[in-house]
């Protein structure tokens, strides 16, 4: 049986004290499937405006692949590939809006959406902002140690250079072994605070820090649907990407309709 789906807004005059009283339910294979039906939905009431946000996605990935190309970064284009999706959850701030509204029967335009961030209540959705943009930094960072710690010899004078000494030297082994293992540690880091903290922010009057221990704790709560949660994005995605990331304009807008209805039935209040 899946959990059920309660409406998005929150209760009045609360304490903050009874803010941060939720409950984290236990969710199913069943959740994720119709989380992702409703995604679907909510995809095709706005397709547009949905596709938007998974065409700017996109878009700003060819942009940042472009711009280490035009910098010599040959050496940056995979790892930056692999990391790409961890900032999708910022990404789809407009995406959980949207699904907000059209849970709740509000009409609304692009100025609504498009404006999220910056009506947001106490900014809390920018401090998220910077929580998963930093680590994509120490992403990017820490694949540029191993670098230069494990290949300090190689010379990447192309892309093709690259990848034969990554994949056809042993240094290049070790570096994918243990680059795997490092960036394994900080998606799981991310995917676990972020999981259900953005939507969280959008639909209740919580700061930044509860969003997060509350999304930690649907993880540590439901650990075996939550990886299969996360297998099913890092994999949509990954392959979304090879197509120069136009396979983003759709599945981005998929992925984060679903994951406002996954919040939904992962989290409801305390009295509910």
């Avoid at 961030?117 to 120490?138: D, S, Y």
């Avoid at 243990?178 to 900080?186: K, P, Q, R, S």
């Amino acid at each position: 049986m899946t959990s059920k789906t309660i409406k998005p807004t929150p209760p009045k005059n609360l304490t903050p004290e009874q803010r941060a009283m939720l409950n984290v339910n236990k969710v199913t294979a069943g959740d994720i499937s119709a989380s992702l039906r409703a995604g679907l939905t909510d995809f095709l009431a706005r397709p547009l405006m949905s596709g938007f946000f998974g065409l700017f996605y996109a878009v700003f990935g060819i942009l940042f692949v472009w711009c280490l190309v035009w910098l010599g970064k040959i050496w940056m284009i995979i790892p930056a590939m692999v990391g790409f999706p961890l900032i999708a959850p910022f990404a789809a701030a407009g995406l959980y809006e949207m699904s907000r509204r059209l849970q709740k029967g509000e009409s609304f335009g692009w100025s609504e959406i498009l404006t999220v961030m910056a009506n947001q209540r106490k900014r809390e959705m920018g401090w998220m902002a910077f929580v998963t943009l930093f680590i994509f930094w120490v992403w990017m960072y820490q694949v540029r140690l191993w670098l230069a710690i494990i290949l300090q010899d190689a010379s990447f004078s192309d892309f093709d250079g690259f990848l034969n000494t990554v994949f056809f030297t042993p240094e290049g082994w070790t570096f994918l072994a243990i680059g795997t293992c490092a960036g394994a540690v900080l998606s799981a880091v991310l995917f676990s605070v972020t999981v259900v903290a953005m939507p969280m922010l959008l639909d209740r009057d919580i700061d930044f820090v509860s969003a997060m221990l509350t999304s930690i704790r649907v993880v540590t709560e439901n650990p075996g649907i939550m990886l299969i949660w996360a297998a099913i994005i890092s994999v949509t995605m990954l392959v979304s990407m090879l197509p120069a990331f136009l396979g983003l304009i759709l599945t981005l807008p998929i992925l984060g309709h679903t994951t406002w209805h996954l919040y939904q039935r992962a989290v409801t209040s305390a009295d509910a």
